[in-house]
């Protein structure tokens, strides 16, 4: 019988070390990219994981305008919205969103593979989505997300 016993690993917010990755979402698409950001937003990526922690780092999305959906998710894929009036109800296509809200289109997507809970707000603040090529954030000096 084995007589060693193994502690398991619980990350301290003491422990937590933040990085900044930054992901050019030229022509990529939709789902695989939000679901790889989700995984980095969590800290999945990190042997320290814990998962009532937020260990995860921050992540810049440049270009989030250029996004595709595969088949013809572009036209026949819906978000909906409601307000709580009655006939508040918005239906939108991911077309009609690009056009008034590109940057939606992600934080959308990534919003749905957090947590549902206040860890996953917290988490979806570490999300910063920029239309353009250009952003705030070179002062943290982000490195490319390894895929």
């Known amino acids: 019988m084995n007589t060693q ?13 933040r990085d900044w990755h930054i992901v050019d979402a030229a022509d990529m698409v939709v789902g695989r990219l939000a679901s790889r950001i989700a995984h ?6 990190k042997p320290m994981y814990t ?11 440049v270009n989030a305008d250029k996004v595709r959906f595969t088949g013809q998710k572009e036209t026949d894929k819906t978000y909906r919205s409601y307000s709580g009036y009655p006939g508040g109800e918005k239906e939108l296509s991911p077309a009609e969103v690009r056009d008034k809200h590109p940057e939606r289109l992600i934080t959308m997507a990534v919003k749905g593979m957090l947590p549902k809970n206040k860890l996953g707000r917290r988490m979806l603040t570490k999300l910063k989505v920029h239309t353009g090529p250009e952003h705030p954030h070179e002062a ?3 490195t490319p997300l390894e895929w």
Do not use: N
Not at 40 to 45: I, P, T, W
Not at 51 to 61: A, C, L, R
């Open 5 to 17: 016993s193994f502690k398991t690993y619980s990350a301290k917010p003491r422990d937590i070390e």
């Open 40 to 45: 980095v937003l969590r800290g999945k990526h």
């Open 51 to 61: 998962p009532h922690m937020d260990t995860g780092d921050f992540v810049v999305v």
């Open 140 to 142: 943290q000096q982000p």
